[in-house]
């Protein structure tokens, strides 16, 4: 009896080791390749590198347009846990975010509770916000599903200044109008980026060699227009609209002599940043 009740088993576990062999082969050779790029797939983070855009000069060097570092908060819902592992209240998180970067709780809510992968929380945030949100991650133990990406904003330092000159720039830091987005091929520059392996909770393997390419920084310009000038011209246009009831009045100074455009006024204006 024991010996065929071993006889028995020794067959039993063949057959499995068989079968073991054969799903092996199955998952190796005729499925291997496919198998192989899944994996790829989801092993590898694409992640962009922004360029610092180009400034912009008055005709004497007063900066009229320029860039400064700010970070993109992003979050993967189905990967936030505690340092042991454990799920994190995402109410708790909502309101946490929402008093940080002064959003509305159930807009913020509402996001993290979505089937996505990736929710932008806050874009162009300044570093005295991204240090708070480190300190509340240190404080709270939440290090996982939290993204801080370096980005960059633009700030127009005289505000109104030439404000249908210069134009502005959208979300994504492209010229939208004005000298902001005819110029965009000179001040835009090009994107670089960085390929990772990164683990199951999207954290980096370290070790690991990753693919880096360097972003290519905008080039700096200058104008004819002089911001004293346009300063003098923009007061007393909006002061002759204002006084004459007008709609709209458009004031253009030029260097006779070289025909350089020193000053270029539109009323009404509007604020760039």
């Known amino acids: 009896n024991n010996n065929n009740k071993l006889k028995i088993t020794m067959r039993i576990l063949i057959i499995v080791l068989i079968l073991l062999v054969f799903r092996l082969a199955f998952l190796q050779i005729v499925q291997g390749e496919e198998l192989s790029r899944k994996a ?7 992640k962009t590198i922004q360029p610092t855009r180009g400034i912009i000069y008055d005709t004497n060097g007063k900066l009229l347009a320029i860039s400064a570092d700010v970070d993109t908060v992003s979050v993967n819902p ?16 909502a309101k946490s975010f929402s008093e940080i970067f002064g959003l509305d709780y159930a807009e913020t809510l509402e996001k993290l509770t979505s089937a996505k992968s990736y929710i932008k929380i806050a874009s162009k945030v300044e570093n005295d916000k991204i240090d708070v949100l480190r300190a509340w991650m240190k404080e709270n133990q939440i290090y996982a599903g939290i ?44 994107v670089g980026q960085v390929v990772s392996l990164t683990d199951s909770v999207q954290a980096e393997i370290p070790n690991q060699q990753k693919s880096y390419i360097q972003p290519k920084n905008g080039s700096n310009v200058y104008l004819t227009i002089d911001v004293n000038i346009q300063s003098i011209a923009e007061k007393y246009l909006s002061q002759a609209v204002i006084d004459n ?23 009404p204006d509007y604020n760039l940043n």
């Open 40 to 46: 790829s797939v989801q092993q590898t983070t694409t």
């Open 78 to 93: 189905k990967n936030l846990k505690y340092s042991d592992n454990s799920e994190v209240d995402l109410e708790f998180v």
């Open 147 to 190: 993204n801080i990406e370096s980005a960059v904003k633009r700030y127009y330092p005289y505000n109104n200044l030439a404000s249908h000159v210069i134009g502005f720039t959208g979300t994504d830091n492209n010229g939208l109008f004005g000298l902001e987005n005819s110029l965009e091929n000179i001040l835009g520059g090009t």
């Open 245 to 267: 009831k007008a709609d709209y009045g458009t004031v253009i100074i030029m260097a006779p002599d070289t025909g350089n455009i020193l000053a270029m006024c539109n009323y």
